[in-house]
């Protein structure tokens, strides 16, 4: 019975399971409520307010099905609190994973998965915002499936196959926290190297079963459906690569480098993230060593290695991507894996039982060094959506203006077609230089407009003006750009920037 079933189901869950989904569900809700209840379109989700979200050209084979839980339109209300039951649903299992017993942990780590940036910039994409969170959730679910059952592996292989399938970036994702769970195992808890070789075999099968399955699905989708791979981000060429190893190290790096300490390295400014960045690195070393120092009596020198390359190799696992094509750009939206690094200096934390001083130092330091970094997450996140609303009603109120001109245009008739050739910029001192400069590169929040192309004009003027207009075609557009007419024309906002030529209505924004 149904009641049995809750009943059964209260008494197994766990006192740690408890705070970690509460704690990440209302500091969600708290954090990224401004863009639930807004209705705050990037140039992408303009054109995505119903959309059945069929990727199979960019290999996202099943991020239709699971957007589809939310229905195919974009609701920030309902998209947004799925999206946040995910993710507070990742922070469970990650308590369980670590075996986290320290109330602080556990909040913690549930916090750092609800803010991180990432979160936010997927959150400017709400239509799809659900979907991709429940990729995480199968790939994060995977690895703690994986640790827990000796054969855990094989079903395990099946969700991380579906997590890569709904967003590619949840490979970076597993290994970083398959490399962060072993660090932890190796230098705090007393394993024996039959488990690390048991924990490498049953991970290396994770990811190879997979991984194979993905590329199958990839490879029948080109030869048996005939599906053509869209040339973004380089997925048409993936493994093509004529890159040295050394050339995507140094990708890597740079990428690395100026996600973390960007203000350090650049002309742009240090601000708190880099600084609190600094001392999140500075906290894993001394952790780590405060630990190897604590438990040197059961670490062998071999495992002290071990742990200390896979740290090491956290950065080139997380960007591991680089490895698949050399057209790839990491952007924020595919870093989540580095949540994982900020993820560290708490499972130190959780680790030192010793209450030696340093192990004192390093625990407080690293409380109040999280923490703050959480609310300055936050803090991010509510500075992008402050963008997003800006660029939103400037893109709204230029359109207005578009509009307003088209229709005390002469000469236009019921048959005239629509030709919007150039982009004018909405610049302003906030946008282009405050914001950016003042959080991380935020793909989908930054930018000072919406509309960008012809489309992107259609659909707003339909869905936000309800003004249908038919747009020139791609030959039209060129026969227009070559014509004296054109080149007489004026650029926006001059009274001859708009005309009709050949029954087709002009609007020249520039040059």
């Known amino acids: 019975?149904?009641?049995?079933?809750?009943?059964?189901?209260?008494?197994?869950?766990?006192?740690?399971?408890?705070?970690?989904?509460?704690?990440?569900?209302?500091?969600?809700?708290?954090?990224?409520?401004?863009?639930?209840?807004?209705?705050?379109p990037n140039h992408d989700s303009l054109i995505n307010i119903h959309s059945p979200q069929l990727k199979g050209d960019s290999g996202r084979f099943f991020l239709s099905p699971f957007s589809g839980i939310s229905s195919y339109f974009d609701l920030p209300w309902i998209n947004g609190l799925l999206a946040i039951f995910y993710l507070a649903l990742i922070a469970v299992i990650l308590t369980e994973l670590f075996q986290f017993k320290k109330t602080l942990s556990v909040v913690a780590v549930s916090c750092l998965v609800v803010t991180f940036p990432t979160i936010a910039s997927t959150f400017s994409y709400m239509f799809t915002a659900d979907g991709y969170m429940f990729g995480s959730l199968l790939t994060i679910a995977a690895l703690l499936i994986t640790r827990k059952y000796k054969y855990g592996f094989i079903p395990a292989s099946i969700l991380f196959y579906i997590g890569v399938g709904i967003y590619q970036a949840n490979f970076p994702l597993l290994l970083a926290f398959i490399l962060t769970f072993l660090i932890t195992e190796i230098i705090g808890r007393k394993i024996t190297s039959f488990q690390i070789r048991s924990y490498l075999l049953r991970f290396f099968a994770l990811v190879s079963i997979g991984m194979t399955l993905y590329v199958m699905n990839f490879k029948l989708y080109q030869t048996l459906f005939a599906g053509d791979i869209t040339s973004y981000q380089g997925l048409d060429s993936v493994g093509q690569s004529n890159a040295s190893i050394f050339e995507q190290i140094k990708q890597i790096h740079e990428a690395f480098s100026i996600f973390f300490f960007r203000g350090f390295i650049t002309d742009l400014p240090a601000n708190l993230f880099e600084w609190l960045n600094l001392a999140v690195f500075l906290l894993i070393a001394f952790g780590f060593t405060l630990l190897l120092i604590q438990n040197r009596k059961f670490i062998s020198k071999i495992n002290a290695?071990?742990?200390?390359?896979?740290?090491?190799?956290?950065p080139l696992t997380s960007y591991i991507l680089y490895f698949m094509s050399a057209d790839l750009n990491y952007h924020m939206l595919m870093v989540l894996a580095l949540v994982s690094f900020y993820i560290l200096p708490v499972v130190f934390y959780e680790h030192l039982s010793v209450p030696t001083f340093s192990a004192k130092i390093f625990?407080?330091?690293?409380?109040?060094?999280?923490?703050?970094?959480?609310?300055?997450?936050?803090?991010?996140?509510?500075?992008?959506?402050?963008?997003?609303?800006?660029?939103?009603?400037?893109?709204?109120?230029?359109?207005?203006?578009?509009?307003?001109?088209?229709?005390?245009?002469?000469?236009?008739?019921p048959t005239s077609k629509l030709a919007i050739i150039g982009r004018y910029r909405l610049d302003s001192t906030l946008s282009t230089s405050n914001i950016p400069e003042s959080i991380p590169k935020m793909t989908g929040p930054l930018g000072d407009s919406i509309v960008l192309y012809p489309y992107h004009y259609n659909h707003i003027m339909q869905n936000h003006f309800g003004v249908?207009?038919?747009?020139?075609?791609?030959?039209?557009?060129?026969?227009?750009?070559?014509?004296?007419?054109?080149?007489?024309?004026?650029?926006?906002?001059?009274?001859?920037?708009?005309?009709?030529?050949?029954?087709?209505?002009?609007?020249?924004?520039?040059?």
């Open 468 to 511: 249908t207009y038919k747009f020139a075609s791609e030959q039209e557009y060129k026969d227009i750009t070559a014509s004296k007419e054109y080149a007489n024309m004026e650029s926006w906002p001059a009274k001859n920037a708009i005309r009709v030529i050949n029954d087709i209505l002009v609007v020249k924004l520039q040059n």
């Open 305 to 314: 290695f071990l742990a200390v390359l896979m740290l090491l190799l956290m």
């Open 363 to 413: 625990s407080w330091l690293s409380v109040l060094i999280v923490f703050i970094t959480i609310f300055n997450f936050a803090l991010i996140s509510n500075i992008a959506y402050l963008n997003m609303e800006l660029k939103y009603e400037k893109s709204t109120a230029f359109v207005n203006r578009v509009i307003s001109r088209i229709e005390q245009t002469d000469n236009l008739t």
């Open 1 to 40: 019975m149904p009641e049995e079933f809750l009943v059964t189901l209260k008494s197994a869950i766990k006192p740690q399971w408890k705070t970690a989904f509460l704690t990440a569900f209302i500091t969600g809700i708290l954090c990224h409520m401004f863009v639930f209840t807004n209705m705050l």
